[in-house]
């Protein structure tokens, strides 16, 4: 069975720094794309970042660019976002996701169950 | 960037057919994947590549794709299906995955 659990959520200052994590077992973790993908309260859904199998390719949501680091520890079945310079409107529930390659186009067919992220003072 | 539009909210009675539609611009050219999320959870994958299903989900929900909309359509709809549904596409041209902006089913 395919599980991925979230780690690392909390409440934080603006400006200040936090780091996700995302445990993964049921599968070859070292197969797959991953992402992060977050859902602001009583929001939609916004992809945040995504690392191929190797980590040798990342790509970030131009709003996080220069402020979060997607990674991943093939050998620990983990996924880690270090997210920096912190605002409020990074507060989200933050999943962990598995991406799926199909007919030319990119899915997630599987989530954690997030972990909550607040930036406030 | 590539903009994907569903209507707020949708509501039906149960055991009725509920529609739910998700516009952009040329879509049927691209793959659309649908979740649904209820109240608390984690998004759940119920079709993916327009019209295919995941193990395990069941055989009333179906999609479709053509022109500018894409629909989820959940038969013979049960309260359990009271949840938020997000369409979802890979926009290559920006190396984006792009959300809908949600649709919540009511259950009467």
């Known amino acids: 069975e395919v599980q991925l659990v979230e780690s690392g959520g909390g409440l934080v200052q603006p400006g200040g720094s936090l780091r996700l994590s995302c445990a993964a077992s049921g599968f070859t973790f070292s197969s797959y794309w991953m992402s992060w993908v977050r859902q602001a309260p009583g929001k939609g859904l916004e992809w945040v970042a995504n690392?191929?199998?190797?980590?040798?390719?990342?790509y970030y949501v131009d709003s996080v660019k220069g402020r979060f680091t997607i990674s991943r520890d093939n050998a620990k079945n983990s996924l880690y976002l270090q997210m920096n310079s912190l605002r409020a409107e990074d507060t989200a529930v933050y999943y962990c996701a598995r991406v799926m390659s199909y007919s030319s186009s990119l899915l997630f067919d599987y989530w954690g169950q997030g972990t909550l992220v607040t930036v406030s003072s | 960037s590539y903009v994907l539009t569903q209507p707020p909210s949708v509501s039906v009675a149960p055991g009725q057919t509920a529609r739910i539609t998700c516009g952009g611009n040329n879509i049927g050219s691209k793959s659309v994947h649908w979740y649904q999320q209820k109240p608390g959870q984690a998004p759940v994958l119920v079709v993916y590549d327009d019209s295919d299903r995941p193990s395990g989900i069941p055989e009333r929900f179906s999609g479709s794709n053509s022109g500018n909309t894409a629909t989820l359509t959940i038969s013979r709809v049960e309260a359990g299906d009271e949840a938020d549904y997000y369409c979802?596409?890979?926009?290559?041209?920006?190396?984006?995955?792009?959300f809908g902006t949600g649709t919540k089913v009511t259950v009467l």
């Open positions: 979802q596409v890979w926009d290559s041209s920006s190396d984006n995955y792009v």
């Open positions: 690392i191929k199998q190797d980590g040798s390719e990342k």
